[in-house]
């Protein structure tokens, strides 16, 4: 009922400020918000050279992605946790994992990670590549090691085949750092591409005046002080509950690698690409509705209440950072 009521008083919150828009130009606003946001940005887009280029490449990490060999019971794969028709994340198989007390993170999304410099929810990983090999040998995630992976992928005819097909130049082409290549070509492709990118390089009209309104106070309200870059987020560590403490303080992120009272509960920032398609939010998944966690961030962030009609417009602002899905690019071929 309060959602009902909440799209209610959003439908005639628009109508009644549609004909305002439509008299007062927004281009004033969309130069401010594209102003404030360009210089840390760059736009998320498709690379046809590099795809073409590294074709073998990425259809073997591809294929590595979804193989639930690969992990220790033989029953995980990549793509379960990070569904890729899911925005990369799978909320519903994380719940389940978490209450059976498999998972004690999210998970976050593996779309458009390329760009990151901080990996993991704690941001203890500074290296993609080293961030792979971590999820197939983590005891949180695939439980692997790197002799049980090469000697199954020895094993198997078809992995031969397209191993040398991807590394034609080398005598012993199954090699564990190989793996980590292959994946990392065909992660790094993960794209969506969303009307923000369209907007700060120059369309004013890919976000609707809403949106315009919603970014201009994720800016004012320094938002963007810690989600910035261009995945507004993954780019640092910050603590969670600078202002009001977050309840949860069973996890204390950060401090677990360092050791130092100075790290407690710091974690990295969260990219917000996709968010509205990536619940549950925060490092514990405590909350699934996507404004309760835009109004619980800025209370415990900034001391501040939003009022719900600002809850509503950087909801619809961050509602521009959802892209399409590439269809085409992780449809897993047939075995030949």
């Not at 910050?238 to 950060?254: A, C, H, I, S, T």
């Not at 501040?304 to 602002?317: G, R, S």
Request: glycine share 6%; net charge positive; proline share 4%.
């Amino acid at each position: 009922m309060k959602n009902k009521r909440y799209s209610c008083w959003l439908a005639l919150y628009v109508l009644s400020t549609g004909f305002l828009f439509a008299q007062k130009p927004v281009e004033g606003k969309a130069t401010q918000l594209r102003t404030s946001l360009e210089p840390y940005f760059v736009a998320v887009e498709k690379n046809e050279s590099f795809i073409k280029s590294n074709k073998e490449k990425i259809a073997l990490g591809k294929r590595l992605f979804f193989d639930k060999q690969l992990s220790l019971g033989k029953g995980v794969s990549c793509n379960d946790c990070h569904d890729l028709q899911k925005y990369g994340t799978n909320g519903t198989y994380y719940l389940n994992q978490k209450n059976k007390e498999n998972f004690y993170r999210d998970v976050p999304s593996v779309y458009n990670n390329l760009s990151y410099e901080l990996f993991n929810v704690d941001g203890g990983v500074s290296n993609y590549a080293k961030k792979i090999q971590q999820a197939f040998t983590s005891q949180h995630e695939m439980g692997s090691n790197e002799d049980e992976i090469v000697t199954y992928l020895k094993e198997s005819k078809v992995y031969k085949k397209e191993f040398k097909k991807a590394f034609p130049k080398q005598s012993k082409a199954i090699l564990f750092k190989n793996v980590l290549e292959v994946m990392q070509k065909f992660m790094s492709e993960l794209k969506t591409p969303a009307p923000i990118d369209a907007f700060i390089t120059g369309d004013t009209n890919a976000l609707t005046p809403i949106q315009i309104e919603g970014g201009i106070l994720f800016v004012n309200r320094a938002c963007y002080s810690c989600h910035t870059g261009s995945n507004f987020g993954g780019q640092m560590i910050n603590k969670l509950g600078v202002e009001v403490p977050w309840p949860n303080q069973k996890d204390l992120g950060f401090y677990h690698l360092k050791k130092q009272v100075a790290y407690k509960m710091f974690f990295r920032v969260a990219p917000l690409r996709n968010v509205e398609k990536t619940a549950p939010y925060f490092h514990d998944a405590t909350v699934v509705l996507l404004d309760k966690a835009i109004k619980l961030m800025g209370i415990h962030e900034r001391g501040i209440q939003l009022k719900v009609v600002e809850i509503a417009k950087i909801k619809e602002f961050l509602k521009s950072f959802t892209g399409e899905i590439p269809k085409e690019y992780i449809k897993m071929n047939k075995s030949k």
